[in-house]
């Protein structure tokens, strides 16, 4: 009260409004966050990829031995394609905007297009593993527990391969996607 008047509802909104504004504020970012995290996820699902890749990469994909083992284990497309750790992760998502613009600008509306782009993103691709150590294909394979008895210099060699700086996309393109070299060859056998 002031002067013996109750005060305003002006001047409760006054008094009060830095914890207001603080609420709101954390409400608001909270629910942001939610929105970031779940969007981030939506956009990591296979489902998601297959919206544009189909009839293309999803195919071969489904065909692979990341999709198809003895295993049963399925290899998603975000496990190799998006990095795990945030900031590398936000940078590939930030950049896939492109991509999804280009879809939606029919850039690889047909096999022709696709394939057509074909070596360009093999070669993006193939540089972000090459910058980064392939760590999407390390997250899953480790050099040092390769023990194939038929086998036993496969270890020496990705040993090896490693300390010359190789990666893995160096030698094993094409495990999950045909490689444009052989879907060009592909491409001429059945023209």
């Not at 207001?20 to 699902?45: D, I, N, R």
Request: net charge neutral; charged share 20%.
């Amino acid at each position: 009260m002031r002067n013996g008047k109750k005060l305003k509802w002006a001047d409760r909104l006054r008094r009060h409004s830095p914890w207001l504004l603080l609420g709101v504020g954390l409400g608001a970012g909270a629910l942001a966050v939610v929105a970031f995290e779940q969007t981030m996820h939506y956009t990591s699902q296979d489902a998601f990829c297959m919206t544009c890749h189909r009839d293309n990469a999803g195919k071969e994909w489904m065909q692979s031995v990341h999709y198809r083992n003895p295993q049963g284990v399925v290899v998603s497309c975000a496990s190799c394609h998006i990095p795990h750790e945030f900031v590398p992760k936000l940078v590939v998502k930030v950049g896939a905007i492109s991509d999804l613009v280009g879809f939606l600008q029919g850039r690889i509306d047909t096999p022709e297009k696709y394939e057509a782009l074909r070596p360009q993103m093999a070669e993006h691709e193939w540089a972000r593993l090459k910058a980064n150590g392939a760590q999407e294909c390390r997250n899953c394979h480790r050099v040092e527990a390769m023990d194939n008895p038929d086998m036993p210099f496969v270890r020496d060699e990705h040993v090896a391969a490693a300390k010359a700086g190789q990666v893995c996309t160096d030698c094993h393109q094409g495990v999950a996607h045909t490689p444009p070299e052989a879907a060009a060859v592909a491409q001429q056998a059945q023209d």
